[in-house]
């Protein structure tokens, strides 16, 4: 996975749901911890939460647990092409900090 | 003591806003049926309410796995009311209502633009097919008026007729502020992801 532009933007839910996965989690958890990293600003609504989670498995970047199918509380982790559909929006974001933080003379690093 | 409220709105948002005003005043909704509420008294704004027209019928395995999974998230279905014989009267199975404890924090169930879009063209689709189907009874209705021979029953057609398309009419009103509702959402995501 080379070009940053491969994935295009990812929305932050989308972006807080997939860094949470790095451990396994339910769709709860991701809930709360992603609260949490934003320091309580990106409150995920259960619906949203439900339908990225789906749209992410159909995609290959999380995937169900094994063994968590059939139990009550099912439980996703980040795959490969998860990791590199975050990397190249890390890459992304960085440049248009950097090209922000430039062209507005902002704060030195 | 429950306090039973006979109210009606089209607007599922303005029923929405109702309920947890409702709520606030600490009258938490257990029930309900068409234009009827039941309310028991709480602490005042214990539970948070949202309104969701479901993808599909509850009763099928994708709306089943959904309902499950806004319970993990601490949010209660509340029931509809029931008939003598126990089974459930909905008015559209589709439509929920849930509620959570404001204890654990703001309830929404759709957090950004795209899902508030997809939720709202869900809505707007239904209204939409209700308002085409109650149209074509209607004008059929209307047609067979001419067709038959001028009976006591063609009266009865033209007055059916009318009223179809006056309920059709409705429809197409109360689906006007939701395609409103998705052009500015949409507007939004020019600008915004």
């Given amino acids: 996975m080379s070009g940053s532009n491969e994935y295009g933007a990812l929305t932050e839910g989308v972006y807080y749901i997939l860094l949470s996965l790095f451990t396994p989690m339910h769709g709860y958890g991701i809930m709360q911890n992603v609260k949490l990293l934003s320091n309580g600003r990106v409150e995920l609504g259960a619906g949203t939460l439900y339908g990225a989670l789906g749209t992410l498995v159909e995609r290959g970047w999380i995937e169900l647990l094994a063994g968590s199918q059939d139990s009550r509380k099912k439980e996703y982790r980040i795959t490969e092409s998860g990791r590199s559909a975050l990397l190249s929006e890390m890459t992304r974001l960085d440049e248009l900090l950097s090209n922000g933080r430039k062209l507005m003379g902002g704060e030195p690093e | ?193």
């Fill in chain 2, 1 to 193: 003591m429950n306090h039973v409220v006979r109210k009606y709105f089209a607007d599922f948002e303005k029923e929405e806003q109702w309920l947890n005003d409702m709520s606030a005043k600490g009258l938490a909704l257990v029930e309900y049926s068409w234009a009827r509420y039941v309310f028991e008294e709480s602490a005042p704004g214990e539970y948070i309410y949202r309104l969701e027209l479901l993808e599909e019928d509850p009763k099928k395995a994708k709306s089943a796995e959904y309902l499950q999974f806004m319970e993990e998230t601490g949010a209660e279905r509340v029931p509809a009311g029931k008939k003598p014989s126990g089974k459930s009267v909905y008015v559209n199975p589709r439509w929920v209502i849930f509620r959570r404890k404001s204890a654990e924090g703001a309830f929404t169930i759709y957090s950004d633009t795209d899902s508030k879009i997809k939720h709202y063209q869900r809505i707007y689709r239904l209204w939409i097919s209700l308002a085409v189907m109650e149209l074509i009874i209607g004008v059929f209705n209307i047609m067979l008026m001419f067709v038959n021979n001028p009976t006591a029953l063609n009266r009865v057609n033209l007055i059916m007729g009318l009223l179809l398309i006056v309920l059709a009419l409705f429809f197409i009103s109360i689906s006007m502020p939701i395609r409103r509702k998705i052009t500015n959402l949409q507007n939004d995501k020019l600008v915004r992801e």
